[in-house]
């Protein structure tokens, strides 16, 4: 089972400030096709997960631009350029490329 | 619109069986693999099962393999979750997922308790 390690867990931020989400998986993730399945979701409080980007660097349909993400291989990051309130919850990444899917813990991101 | 509206979901004692469904609607049903995620309250996300686009293929998570069932019916638009030998520690919200168009429903609460 591929294991992935997010940090930080928590992440207290100044609205208006950047944000940064480090994710890195025990095993490549890069597939024979020479994609790599590494997802970033969002879980607002009281809400579903939604997908903010795909294969590592994608934005989903409607995702502010805002939020990026880049990586390789192993090692991946989420970036939020300045935080707004609705930002507030928790951020997971997910691997796509091997069975069983898993998730990183989960870095809550709240406002100071 | 895309929508996954999840169903089945209640109180069951230890033991016991429930059948969640989904119903899909807004996209090609047929034309994606589909999993179900769950969430233990306070907790984070756990991959339960997936289900390729013909249902010829399925694979789950070590904690249900052998107690859990993954199925489709494309005809319908509705993949479905047979659970049985419930343990308290499936108590969790469960979703149903469409990973490759990015798509999550509302979950819902499976409650295993005596």
């Known amino acids: 089972e591929i294991v992935m390690t997010q940090t930080p867990l928590s992440s207290p931020v100044t609205l208006g400030q950047p944000a940064s989400i480090s994710c890195r998986s025990s095993?490549?993730?890069?597939?024979?096709?020479?994609?790599?399945?590494l997802s970033w979701l969002q879980q607002r409080p009281g809400q579903p997960p939604r997908l903010l980007i795909y294969?590592?660097?994608n934005r989903f349909s409607g995702v502010p631009d805002r939020f990026s993400g880049s990586g390789a291989g192993t090692d991946f990051t989420l970036k939020i350029s300045r935080v707004e309130a609705e930002d507030v919850g928790v951020y997971y990444c997910?691997?796509?490329?091997?069975?069983?899917?898993?998730f990183g813990q989960g870095t809550k991101v709240e406002i100071k | 619109e895309v929508q996954l509206l999840e169903s089945g979901g209640g109180l069951v004692q230890p033991g016991g069986s429930l059948r969640l469904s989904c119903a899909a609607s807004?996209?090609?049903?047929?034309?994606?693999?589909m999993s179900w995620v769950r969430q233990a309250p306070g907790m984070g996300l756990e991959w339960v099962a997936g289900?390729?686009?013909?249902?010829?293929?399925?694979d789950y998570a070590d904690s249900v393999k052998g107690r859990f069932t993954i199925s489709r019916d494309n005809s319908k638009n509705t993949l479905y979750l047979q659970m049985n030998s419930l343990r308290v520690d499936d108590t969790a919200v469960y979703y149903c997922?469409?990973?490759?168009?990015?798509?999550w429903g509302q979950g819902t609460l499976v409650t295993v308790s005596s």
């Open positions: 997922a469409n990973f490759g168009g990015g798509h």
């Open positions: 807004g996209f090609t049903f047929s034309s994606y693999d």
């Open positions: 289900i390729s686009t013909d249902g010829s293929l399925r």
């Open positions: 095993q490549s993730l890069v597939q024979s096709n020479g994609k790599t399945y």
């Open positions: 294969e590592i660097s």
């Open positions: 997910m691997q796509g490329a091997h069975f069983p899917r898993t």
